[in-house]
């Protein structure tokens, strides 16, 4: 017989128990209706904080609850001063990021700002007094251009709408050191510096006052012609608009309970291309040829209200510092100047205000 070997069986491997415990897999849980209420409260305060409180402030100034007279006999003016949008020369020590940041959100504050006025106010004419740049004065024609078209995307100009931008300020042109090609550059993109034009029932005298107080002929002879040769057709009020304030008498012409730093006077002093009046005979100058009954300003960055007498005492007018309309003018309440002008009556021609 034949015998058959048996398989061999393999034996088993032991299995030790395993005496460490197996990780548990916990997988992520979202409180879905929490992130959606941070979610939709951040939104909710973003569009407050940007949109709901600028427009009520700004809707607090309509024409309607200070104006004497009805709002078809009106003229609308809004008045911007020194925006002075943010570049590389206004904070050189900074980092370029941070800078960065810096100019994206002034200029978000301005074209709010500027787009809110036009909704809620709807002024006919904005004005602006100077300082549109920062470094304008520095500038190649290549930056140059880029800033302009910035600006002109922070400030879009209206259609229908009288818009003017033509002061130049110190920040645009310079002040003790102005280079020809830097202000015929200026004029030429935002129009002539100094000029006459009737407006409502008004008569608006444009000057560059800044090119005025130059020594250097090349510089000053336009300004200096348009004075000498300035003639009125009409018995209109008149309104100056300027730059640089006319010089004053701190002490004495003080400038009201509306100024944030009421605890100094009005500063006269000068620096490195600017000064903060224009000199004593160049004022008394002004403004015994232009002879206005409202006069408009700039530069100092805030409110001043004065009163500047003319031919000995026979005339009066009232100058008024508009306050800067920029975040970072050194001011705690930024704001623009209102002006509505009577078109129909002579005896109450004008009123205005800061908003």
């Not at 569009?47 to 609308?76: A, M, N, Q």
């Not at 900074?94 to 500027?114: E, P, T």
């Amino acid at each position: 017989m034949m015998n058959f070997r048996g398989k061999t069986e393999k034996p088993e491997p032991s299995i030790e128990p395993d005496d460490k415990p197996k990780p548990k897999t916990i997988k992520p849980t979202y409180n879905w209706k929490l992130i959606s209420l941070i979610f939709i409260s951040w939104i909710a305060l973003f569009h407050l904080f940007e949109r709901t409180i600028p427009y009520h402030v700004i809707s607090k100034c309509s024409w309607g609850d200070w104006e004497p007279w009805t709002s078809g006999s009106s003229e609308r003016i809004v008045m911007i001063a020194d925006p002075q949008i943010v570049d590389d020369y206004s904070y050189p020590k900074q980092y370029k990021v941070l800078n960065f940041f810096i100019k994206k959100i002034a200029d978000n504050y301005l074209h709010r700002n500027y787009e809110m006025i036009h909704s809620a106010l709807n002024p006919n004419t904005t004005i602006f007094l100077g300082d549109l740049f920062d470094g304008g004065r520095y500038w190649d024609d290549d930056q140059w251009m880029e800033e302009y078209y910035r600006f002109e995307k922070v400030f879009p100009k209206k259609s229908g709408k009288l818009d003017i931008r033509s002061i130049p300020g110190n920040h645009d042109i310079g002040f003790q050191t102005i280079h020809e090609h830097v202000l015929n550059r200026f004029v030429r993109h935002y129009g002539k510096a100094n000029e006459v034009m009737e407006l409502g029932n008004h008569t608006f005298v444009l000057l560059d006052a800044i090119s005025l107080s130059h020594p250097n002929e090349t510089i000053h002879k336009e300004a200096d012609a348009f004075l000498t040769n300035l003639t009125f057709e009409n018995d209109n009020p008149r309104i100056l608009l300027i730059h640089v304030p006319l010089f004053r008498f701190p002490d004495k012409q003080l400038c009201g309970p509306h100024r944030e730093k009421k605890d100094r006077l009005f500063p006269l002093q000068r620096g490195d291309q600017y000064q903060t009046v224009i000199e004593y005979e160049i004022t008394k100058r002004i403004l015994n040829t232009v002879q206005p009954a409202l006069i408009f300003a700039g530069d100092d960055h805030d409110y001043c209200d004065i009163q500047q007498e003319y031919e000995g005492g026979k005339g009066v007018a009232r100058e008024i510092t508009v306050k800067s309309a920029a975040m970072t003018g050194g001011i705690k309440y930024p704001a623009v100047q209102l002006l509505s002008l009577n078109t129909n009556n002579n005896n109450k021609p004008d009123r205005n205000l800061f908003c």
